[in-house]
């Protein structure tokens, strides 16, 4: 056993035993945390070192709260005034937000209250009763939007494989599959997920976990160089977004349109899924759109309605494609820019259940109104809701979400932002963030300006009405860890060359103050490179061959948008 002083600058206390002198390295040398103040023994922590390695938890977590500008969060929470109550008891949604159920402790009438809030920003009909299953659906999640993509996935397979749909407890569960359908039976019940590129990287881990099979793993096995969209018919693994990685982000609608034309001859389903503020870019495709050119190619394969036998004589209508709406971002302000009228220029996608064909919807909790704990908002129309496979009366509820346990806190905070504002506080909200994303894009072109004719290319770019700017990775850790930036490598020109890049998110916490900050901070940085005769300035970016053996600085995050369509067996 050895013996270690916590902090040598807290000379009151006491040296304590642990069992082991190693700890984990410490990922970067600027975090500033020693990992020894929290390492727990068989031997109890004095109320004293609990308090101090508290406290110093407490000041980093601040000191990066303040600089945070690299995630899609809103830092700017304050709820312990009112929910501090919450941290001293024990609560939990499980089982549906619309049955209280044998767990007690819940907050579900909250719950309740915020998922009206959301059906009315989107659209959809309230209140939700099963009497109406037009109404909407859906719970407040206890993961981010992965929990909701995930479900929601979930509930489009087995939808479109002609599960049996949801019904009361006393309604009849009793089949599980339908009967072979006549004209595409090899197909019929398949569903084909489709995807851009730029969506989030936790859809390919979705679609494995669900063994959905994405149009790239089945034209590969089936449909060999037939593509309609390559020149020399290899499958992507995503559907393109418009003009690559050089371009917006948004999904290619033609390319998409065409992929899904390919499958529907077949008979087969499409799963499609959008975005609205995709994750590095912060964009927005086009729904309506899509929603609108799709139809005529449903109609003409009998997958825009279609009847799912699964007994003799026994049936039901349903549609035979299925639109996800991934908002995790874009979901939560894009109503209220809608709202804005003519204070807001530029197109703003309509995403929402008005469209008859959207299926489902999430959005995250902690990312636009934010929330101390990761959550989010789950919603489809009660009549798209499949049979959980189980009824189980231990919870006295119906399992009809993904969790059993369920995160009571999120419903009450989000609770909390909606009573305090309404729409013209939210319009206002939202074009501020919208004003601050141009405010910041201006001032890092104009430090593009400023070093391009030294040769040094900042690549500030962003996507019309995002909240994400994207320019140049600084490759500089100090920069990387005060700001959370997160990075990403983009392929370009053909994929012959590879550009790193970092973003920022204006979010409704992102100061100016903080943003000149790093404004300042960057200026320094490309000064002291264009001074330094050691390094080389690199103008043009590295090739893609290079470019993973020159990263000299850890990475915080990466979101990888090459090579991660879905490739298993
Ligand atoms: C478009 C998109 N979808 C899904 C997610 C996952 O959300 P969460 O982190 O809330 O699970 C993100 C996160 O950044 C995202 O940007």
């Known amino acids: 056993m050895a013996t270690i002083t ?41 109320d004293e070192c609990q308090k101090i390695a508290l406290r110093k938890l407490e000041e980093y977590l601040k000191k990066q709260q303040k600089y945070f500008l690299g995630y899609q969060v809103n830092e700017n929470v304050h709820y312990s005034n009112k929910l501090s109550f919450m941290l001293d008891m024990h609560t939990n949604n499980v089982g549906d937000p619309f049955k209280n159920g044998n767990m007690t402790i819940n907050t579900k009438i909250v719950e309740q209250a915020v998922l009206d809030y959301f059906a009315k920003l989107w659209h959809a009909e309230t209140p939700s009763v099963k009497e109406n299953k037009e109404s909407y659906w859906g719970y407040v999640l206890s993961m981010g939007s992965t929990e909701g993509n995930l479900y ?72 060999q160089g037939q593509c309609p969209i390559t020149s020399d018919g290899q499958w992507p693994k995503e559907v393109p977004s418009e003009n690559g990685n050089e371009g917006p982000g948004s999904i290619d609608v033609n390319k998409l349109l065409q992929l899904v034309e390919f499958f529907a001859r077949t008979g087969s389903p499409p799963l499609i899924i959008l975005n609205i503020g995709t994750t590095f870019k912060g964009a927005y495709d086009d729904v309506e759109q899509i929603g609108h050119r799709l139809k005529p190619i449903l109609e003409q394969y009998n997958l825009y309605e279609r009847t799912v036998e699964y007994a003799p004589n026994k049936s039901d209508i349903r549609t035979g494609y299925w639109i996800h709406v991934d908002g995790a971002l874009g979901a939560s302000y894009l109503p209220f820019l809608q709202k804005a009228g003519h204070r807001i220029k530029g197109y703003i996608p309509k995403f929402d259940f008005s469209l008859p064909f959207v299926h489902s919807i999430v959005t995250s909790a902690h990312k636009y109104p934010g929330c101390p704990m990761p959550s989010g908002i789950y919603m489809t129309k009660r009549k798209y809701q499949i049979a959980p496979p189980d009824d189980p009366e231990y919870i006295g509820s119906p399992d009809t979400t993904f969790s059993g346990s369920r995160n009571a806190i999120p419903p009450v905070a989000l609770w909390c932002y909606y009573a305090n504002t309404n729409d013209a506080m939210e319009i206002d909200k939202a074009i501020k963030v919208e004003d601050t994303a141009k405010y910041t894009e201006t001032k890092l072109k104009e430090l593009e300006r400023k070093y391009q004719p030294k040769g040094y290319n900042l690549w500030v770019e962003r996507t019309p009405l995002s909240l994400s700017i994207r320019f140049r990775n600084p490759e500089n850790a100090d920069i990387i860890r005060k700001y959370s930036l997160s990075q990403m490598t983009l392929k370009i020109d053909g994929e012959k060359e590879a550009r790193k890049y970092v973003h920022i998110f204006m979010m409704q916490s992102a100061k100016k103050e903080i943003i000149e900050e790093l404004i300042k901070d960057l200026e320094k940085l490309y000064d002291n490179k264009l001074l330094s005769k050691q390094e080389k300035v690199v103008e043009q970016s590295m090739p893609v061959s290079s470019i993973y053996e020159k990263v000299n600085i850890h990475r915080v995050a990466h979101v990888p948008l090459d090579n991660r369509g879905y490739s298993g067996n």
Not at 12 to 18: A, G, S, Y
Not at 26 to 46: A, G, Q, R, Y
Not at 177 to 196: D, G, I, L, Q
Not at 198 to 220: N, P, Q
């Open 6 to 46: 916590v902090n040598d600058s807290e000379p009151q206390i006491k040296k304590r035993k642990v069992e082991k002198e190693e700890s984990y390295p410490v990922d970067l040398p600027i975090t500033p945390l020693d990992p020894k103040l929290f390492e727990l023994s068989n031997t109890p922590l004095t």
């Open 152 to 223: 929601a996935l979930y509930n489009a397979r087995d939808y479109l494989k002609g599960k049996a749909l949801y019904q009361e407890p006393d309604g009849n569960l009793s089949y599980v599959k339908p009967m072979k359908e006549k004209s595409h039976p090899k197909h019929a019940y398949h569903p084909v997920a489709f995807f851009s590129q730029d969506t989030h990287y936790s859809m390919t881990k979705i679609v494995r976990a669900l063994e959905i099979r994405t149009f790239y793993e089945i034209g590969e096995k089936e449909y």
